[in-house]
C-alpha cells in the first residue's frame, strides 16, 4: 500500500522567507503527484499537479519539484505571505489505483 | 465554471441517527469520489465511481454506508446509522477521466459531527 509521508508537520516563518515542504512516497509507481492547500474549515485547493513523466512545475511563487524514483517532491514557496498561512497535503496517484494516497499535511503559518 | 458542489456544508446529528451528503461535480467530470477526512490526517478515499457504476468501494463501511450516482452525474453518501467515530469531514471530488492522469477536483466538504 502507497504511504505517503509529509515533513515538517508543522512550520512557523516570518513574511519574506523561502521555504521548502517535503513529502515522500513509498511506491515509486505513480501517474502523478499533486500538491494541494487547505485552509480552516475548507475544502482541497489543487495547487499544483505534476505527471509522472515530468520533473517539476510552476505556478507563481509556488514551485514543485519530482523525483519518483527516490520517491520524493518537494514544494518550494518564494517570499512567503500571511495569506499562505495554511494546511498543504501532498497526495500520491498510484498505478494501482485512481484514488489519491494523502499524507497528513505540514500546517503552516507566516507572521508579519 | 462551477466547481464541485456539496450540501450540507455542516451537520450535527445524535448517534444511531441517518444522514445524507449530497454532491454535484463539474460538468463534464464523468469520475466521482467521495473522501473522509478525519482531524488532523489526509483524506482517505471510501468510493470511487465512473458514470454510474461504483468501480472502487474497497474502503467504504457496508454495514452502514451506501452510496449511490444516479444518471452518472450527481451523487448521495449515506450513514445508517451513525457512529461517534463517524464524525469527520466528508469531501466529494471529481475528475475529467477514468486514469489517474487527470487532476482531481474537491468541494468544500460536510463537516459532520455526531453526539
Known amino acids: 500500500k502507497q504511504e505517503v509521508t509529509q515533513i515538517p508537520a508543522a512550520l512557523s516563518v516570518p513574511e519574506g522567507e523561502n521555504l521548502v515542504l517535503n513529502c515522500s512516497f513509498t511506491d515509486s509507481a505513480i501517474y502523478n503527484l499533486q500538491w494541494f492547500r487547505q485552509d480552516p474549515g475548507k475544502g482541497l485547493t489543487s495547487l499544483l499537479l505534476?505527471?509522472?513523466?515530468?520533473r517539476e512545475q510552476t505556478s507563481g511563487r509556488l514551485n514543485a519539484s519530482l523525483d519518483k524514483s527516490s520517491g520524493r517532491s518537494t514544494l518550494y514557496i518564494a517570499a512567503s505571505q500571511p495569506g499562505d498561512s495554511a494546511t498543504y497535503l501532498c497526495a500520491v496517484n498510484s498505478n494501482s489505483g485512481y484514488a489519491l494516497n494523502f499524507g497528513k499535511g505540514t500546517s503552516l503559518l507566516v507572521t508579519p | 465554471e462551477a466547481g464541485v458542489v456539496q450540501s450540507p456544508r455542516y451537520k450535527i446529528i445524535e448517534k444511531k441517527q441517518p444522514v445524507a451528503f449530497w454532491c454535484n461535480p463539474i460538468s463534464g467530470h464523468n469520475t466521482l469520489y467521495w473522501y473522509r477526512q478525519n482531524l488532523g490526517q489526509g483524506p482517505e478515499l471510501l468510493i470511487r465511481?465512473?458514470?454510474?457504476?461504483?468501480?472502487?468501494d474497497s474502503q467504504l463501511p457496508k454495514d452502514r454506508f451506501s452510496a449511490e450516482r444516479l444518471k452518472g452525474v450527481d451523487s448521495t453518501l449515506k450513514i445508517q446509522p451513525a457512529e461517534l467515530g463517524d464524525s469527520a469531514v466528508y469531501l466529494c471530488a471529481s475528475s475529467l477521466g477514468v486514469q489517474g492522469k487527470y487532476e482531481q477536483y474537491f468541494g468544500p466538504g460536510t463537516r459532520l459531527t455526531v453526539t
Open positions: 465511481y465512473e458514470n454510474e457504476e461504483a468501480v472502487d
Open positions: 505534476i505527471q509522472s513523466s515530468q
